[in-house]
Protein backbone atom coordinates (compact mmCIF):
# COMPACT_ATOMS: atom_id res chain seq x y z
CA UNK A 1 0.00 0.00 0.00
CA UNK A 2 1.41 3.48 -0.78
CA UNK A 3 2.48 5.99 1.42
CA UNK A 4 -0.57 8.26 2.96
CA UNK A 5 0.68 12.03 2.88
CA UNK A 6 -1.21 14.70 4.26
CA UNK A 7 -1.33 18.20 2.45
CA UNK A 8 -3.13 21.85 4.02
CA UNK A 9 -4.28 24.09 1.83
CA UNK A 10 -5.14 27.74 2.35
CA UNK A 11 -7.03 29.32 -1.24
CA UNK A 12 -7.73 32.38 -1.59
CA UNK A 13 -9.67 34.45 -4.33
CA UNK A 14 -13.05 34.26 -4.98
CA UNK A 15 -13.54 31.46 -3.82
CA UNK A 16 -16.71 31.70 -0.94
CA UNK A 17 -20.33 31.61 -2.35
CA UNK A 18 -19.54 30.33 -5.28
CA UNK A 19 -20.27 26.26 -3.91
CA UNK A 20 -16.16 26.19 -3.72
CA UNK A 21 -16.37 23.43 -0.72
CA UNK A 22 -19.04 21.69 -2.09
CA UNK A 23 -17.03 20.72 -4.93
CA UNK A 24 -14.17 20.48 -3.41
CA UNK A 25 -15.68 17.42 -1.36
CA UNK A 26 -16.77 16.06 -4.51
CA UNK A 27 -13.03 15.96 -6.24
CA UNK A 28 -11.93 14.53 -3.44
CA UNK A 29 -14.33 11.87 -3.06
CA UNK A 30 -14.00 10.77 -6.22
CA UNK A 31 -10.13 10.49 -5.37
CA UNK A 32 -10.27 8.50 -2.24
CA UNK A 33 -8.61 11.46 -0.64
CA UNK A 34 -9.90 12.38 3.47
CA UNK A 35 -10.18 14.78 5.45
CA UNK A 36 -12.14 18.16 5.60
CA UNK A 37 -12.49 21.33 3.91
CA UNK A 38 -13.90 24.73 5.85
CA UNK A 39 -14.67 28.31 5.17
CA UNK A 40 -12.35 31.47 7.12
CA UNK A 41 -13.42 33.85 8.37
CA UNK A 42 -10.84 36.36 5.95
CA UNK A 43 -12.88 35.11 3.21
CA UNK A 44 -10.27 32.34 2.27
CA UNK A 45 -11.52 28.26 2.48
CA UNK A 46 -8.73 26.12 4.30
CA UNK A 47 -8.44 22.20 3.24
CA UNK A 48 -6.92 19.56 4.63
CA UNK A 49 -6.52 16.60 2.46
CA UNK A 50 -4.86 13.08 3.24
CA UNK A 51 -4.14 10.07 0.50
CA UNK A 52 -1.67 9.01 -1.97
CA UNK A 53 0.44 11.35 -3.30
CA UNK A 54 -0.49 10.83 -7.06
CA UNK A 55 -4.07 11.70 -5.94
CA UNK A 56 -2.98 14.86 -3.79
CA UNK A 57 -1.50 16.43 -6.52
CA UNK A 58 -4.58 15.52 -8.72
CA UNK A 59 -6.79 17.41 -5.90
CA UNK A 60 -3.94 20.17 -5.92
CA UNK A 61 -3.97 20.94 -9.38
CA UNK A 62 -8.00 20.82 -9.74
CA UNK A 63 -7.85 23.19 -6.57
CA UNK A 64 -6.26 26.13 -8.48
CA UNK A 65 -9.11 25.65 -10.62
CA UNK A 66 -12.70 24.90 -8.41
CA UNK A 67 -15.51 25.08 -9.90
CA UNK A 68 -17.15 27.70 -12.55
CA UNK A 69 -18.05 30.54 -10.73
CA UNK A 70 -14.98 30.32 -8.59
CA UNK A 71 -11.63 32.45 -9.14
CA UNK A 72 -8.75 31.32 -7.06
CA UNK A 73 -5.84 34.00 -6.44
CA UNK A 74 -3.52 31.66 -4.49
CA UNK A 75 -3.06 28.33 -2.75
CA UNK A 76 -0.56 28.20 0.21
CA UNK A 77 1.02 24.15 0.83
CA UNK A 78 2.10 22.69 3.86
CA UNK A 79 2.31 19.55 4.92
CA UNK A 80 1.19 17.88 7.86
CA UNK A 81 1.50 14.64 10.19
CA UNK A 82 -1.18 11.58 8.76
CA UNK A 83 -4.78 11.54 10.89
CA UNK A 84 -7.13 9.03 11.28
CA UNK A 85 -9.69 10.72 9.03
CA UNK A 86 -12.47 8.50 7.69
CA UNK A 87 -14.41 10.09 4.91
CA UNK A 88 -13.57 14.26 3.62
CA UNK A 89 -16.21 16.70 5.14
CA UNK A 90 -17.83 19.94 4.33
CA UNK A 91 -16.99 22.11 7.78
CA UNK A 92 -19.13 24.73 9.19
Given at each position: ?P???????????????????????????????????????????????????????????W??I???????????????????????????
Amino acid sequence: MPAQKRIELVITGKVQGVGYRYSVKLKADSLGIRGYVMNQHDGSVFATAQGEISELNNFVEWCYIGPQEALVRDIKKTFGTVKDFREFSVLY
